[in-house]
Structure formats: structure tokens, C-alpha cells
């Protein structure tokens, strides 16, 4: 199964029912197995690392755009459980890359912004605490918080965004919820917050003409290999090669076929993968989209303005390394819960009246 079917297959197997929430998580524990020294132990709070990668902003834009991304970053920060920590320590990061390769002209900078949450251990002085401020700095890994600006490949899960392919879909995030009112998407297990000032969202629908055109010209590929293996093949292996290029051609043309019989508006609506493929059928698609089929999406350029500006922020996505949407779950990662649980209160209108 390719990583692709991979993704479609486990999307399908997501509880994608969106969530609603009426309060706090009932059981944030801060000190579920830590001492009362440790878990009130207050943290240092570092200043942003910055990385800019050299060759697409100019020194001027570098500056204006992590300057931007320093100030939501604060905005961020000034969550209650994370303006002045208590058992654990943050350390932000912030690094800005040109946008990948193939992108569109109009496609600004790629923006990230990591904070680390390092638990505090007062005991085993793996923790050192500043002697004038009283601020212990941990140790060790934590969870994370992640601002991503611009980036649409946070929406393809695994897969690595690869914008010289234009047909590389993925099935249609599913919104699971909300946080302030701001849509949570479920994405391959992960949760993804996201914030914008426009309609239009990062995917956009994978045609159906666009889906059989990528079919048509896999199979044209393999087609080729077996064509210029039939000269040196000889006997049994020949025999083979001949039955496997015939039924490679044959599967060309029926899919040249269907498609030529699909009317303009079908071949322009979205692709919607089968969630029960019927046998002998080429495409694995349903046509009509009906109940329990699966939208496929691809990344869409079109939501960055034209002209975009290099150093433009205009869409911002969150995560944490254990979900958005606040939920009484097991989750053994203490500190895990209270970045999670951050989000509740941090001012996301704010970092949205922030964005261009």
C-alpha cells in the first residue's frame, strides 16, 4: 500500500465528530507524580532563537519578519499558564526558510516557532536556578508548542509538502472542533488550530479530471519501463513482459475512456475517494461524493494574496505535541496537559488581528 492509500486509510479510521467543550480540563495535575518543589518550582522563560536562512529575504525583511513573529510569540506567551511558568522552563525558537521549492511567485516566507517545555527537578539538581531572579531553567525533553505561519504542509500529516507535484493530494481535513471559536482540524491523529483573516483555506479540492490524469499518467510511466525492458527479454521473462505492457495499455485506454465520457462539470468537481471501491474499478472514486466518501484536497497557493509581500504572516497555525482541544484523557505527560490546556486561554484574536 502506497503512503499515500496509507493516509486515505487512516483518515477514514479517525473519530471526526466535532467537539465541544464546557470548561476546563477536570483533571490538570501539574504535579501528577512530581514533588510540590518541582511542579511550583517557577521557570525561566528564554529569549526566542532566531534562524534565518540566507538568499531569499533581504537583511531588512529577515528583521521585519521575525520581528512580527517575536511580538505574536509574546502574544502567545502571555497565556496564564505560560506567562510566568511554574515546573517547567520554555524555550522558544523561531526560524524563517524560503517557501518550497516549485512554490508560486507569490508564496511568502515559511515561518516556525517552537517552544520547548522543559520540566523543572529541584531534587536531583539536573535544574539550575538563577540566583537573582529565584527562575529555574529544566532539563531534559518536554512537550512543545508550534506556531507555524504560511506553512500549508501542515495539513498533509506525514507526507513532506512537494509542490513540484501538483497532483499530490490528501484526504479533506475534518473539522474536530473548535478553541474560541477558531476551527480544529484533525489531520492523521494530529489536531491543527487554525487562524486567518480570510475565507479561503489552505487546501482546495483535487479534481476529478486532475485525479484521472495522475492515474493516466502513472500508468503511461510504467508502461515506458516495460517497453524498453521487451528488447533485451527473451523466452518466459518476454512472455511476461508482453502480458504485463498489454494489460498496462489496455488499462490506459479504459481510463482514457471513462474520462472522455465524464460531461465538463464532472471532470471539474472534486474527487471523492470511494469509501467502497466496487471490483474492477480503475479510479476508486465516487462520483457523486455521497455519505462516508472521502474529499481529496490539495495544497492551495491561492490563499497567500497577490502580491504577497516575502515577509508576509498571513495564516498561523497551532499545535502541541499532545493536541489542541482540552479533553480528560490519561495522558501520563503532565506539563503535556498544561500547554495543552494553555491554548483555552491565550488570546487568539489577538494573534489573528496580528496577521496581514
Not at 486567518?196 to 476529478?208: E, G, H, I, T, Y
Request: hydrophobic fraction near 40%; glycine fraction near 6%.
Amino acid at each position: 500500500m502506497t503512503s499515500r492509500l496509507r493516509l486515505l486509510a487512516a483518515a477514514t479510521s479517525l473519530c471526526l465528530v466535532p467537539a465541544a467543550w464546557a470548561g476546563g480540563p477536570s483533571n490538570l495535575d501539574a504535579c501528577a507524580g512530581r514533588s510540590q518543589a518541582s511542579c511550583h518550582a517557577p521557570g525561566v522563560v528564554d529569549k526566542p532563537a532566531i534562524t534565518l536562512s540566507k538568499g531569499f529575504l533581504s537583511a531588512a525583511e529577515g528583521q521585519q519578519v521575525t520581528t512580527r513573529a517575536t511580538k505574536m510569540l509574546e502574544v502567545a506567551l502571555q497565556a496564564p499558564l505560560l506567562h510566568k511558568p511554574q515546573g517547567m522552563s520554555l524555550h522558544p525558537s523561531i526560524s524563517v526558510d524560503a517557501p518550497p521549492a516549485h512554490a508560486a511567485k507569490h508564496h511568502p516566507a515559511l515561518v516556525r516557532s517552537i517552544v520547548l517545555a522543559r520540566p523543572i527537578e529541584v531534587e536531583n539538581k539536573r535544574s539550575v536556578q538563577d540566583k537573582k531572579t529565584g527562575a529555574w531553567k529544566g532539563r531534559g525533553e518536554g512537550p512543545t508548542l508550534r506556531l507555524h505561519w504560511n506553512d500549508l504542509g501542515v495539513f498533509l500529516a506525514s507526507d513532506a509538502l512537494d509542490l513540484s507535484k501538483p497532483a499530490q493530494f490528501f484526504s479533506a481535513p475534518q473539522k474536530v472542533g473548535e478553541v474560541q471559536g477558531f476551527p480544529v482540524y484533525g489531520v492523521e491523529g494530529k489536531e491543527v488550530l487554525l487562524i486567518s483573516k480570510r475565507d479561503a483555506l489552505p487546501w482546495r479540492p483535487f479534481s476529478v479530471e486532475s485525479y484521472y490524469q495522475m492515474l493516466i499518467a502513472q500508468e503511461q510511466e510504467t508502461h515506458s519501463v516495460f517497453q524498453k525492458q521487451l528488447p533485451s527479454a527473451k523466452g518466459a521473462e518476454r512472455t511476461e513482459l508482453e502480458k504485463m505492457n498489454a494489460e498496462r495499455q489496455a488499462r490506459i485506454d479504459a481510463l482514457k475512456k471513462e474520462l472522455a465520457q465524464l460531461s465538463p462539470a464532472q471532470r471539474q468537481s472534486g474527487a471523492c475517494q470511494s469509501a467502497r471501491p466496487k471490483r474492477g474499478d480503475l479510479t476508486g472514486l465516487e462520483l457523486t461524493c455521497a455519505s462516508g466518501s472521502t474529499p481529496l484536497m490539495v495544497a492551495n497557493q491561492d490563499i497567500f494574496t497577490r502580491p504577497s509581500p516575502k515577509g508576509s504572516l498571513q495564516f498561523l497555525t497551532i499545535t502541541t505535541t499532545w493536541g489542541v482541544l482540552p479533553k480528560d484523557d490519561r495522558m501520563p505527560n503532565a506539563l503535556g496537559k498544561v500547554v495543552r490546556a494553555a491554548l483555552q486561554d491565550m488570546d487568539l484574536k489577538a494573534l489573528q488581528a496580528m496577521l496581514d
